[in-house]
């Protein structure tokens, strides 16, 4: 009777879904409001011209959605319109993925650095975002 009731609970531990894996990765320092200023080198870009490379927003952490939004403009490299885009997210070592849904990853980028009221993400080679409280 004692192996019943053991093999149950040790398969249904060992079952758990990836994201109940990604839930425990959404540190609880990274929720609330966070400035975000989106920037890349005018050298990265040396055949545009003309062109802003620098661009603000906002990320909003709760601990199961991120909000991005990104305030584009007219001559912004980045975007010229404003977007905003609700989606999952989790931390896993130095890196911030970010969800569409199961089946769309969306995202991905590397923790620069990372303090109580600041952190500097990269993507790609070149494009960063320092987000402030």
Not at 77 to 94: A, E, R
């Amino acid at each position: 009777m004692k192996r019943i009731l053991i093999i149950p609970f040790i398969i249904i531990i060992s079952c758990g879904s990836p994201s109940d894996e990604k839930a425990a990765n959404r540190p609880s320092e990274w929720h609330g409001n966070w400035k975000a200023e989106w920037e890349t080198p005018p050298e990265s870009y040396p055949e545009v011209s003309d062109m802003e490379f620098y661009m603000d927003g906002s990320f909003l952490f709760t601990s199961d959605s991120l909000t991005v939004t990104a305030n584009g403009y007219p001559d912004c490299i980045f975007n010229v319109d404003t977007l905003s885009h609700t989606q999952s997210w989790y931390v896993s070592n130095d890196t911030l993925f970010l969800i569409n849904d199961p089946e769309s990853p969306g995202m991905t980028y590397r923790v620069a650095s990372k303090s109580e009221d600041r952190i500097r993400l990269q993507l790609m080679e070149d494009i960063f975002v320092t987000l402030s409280k």
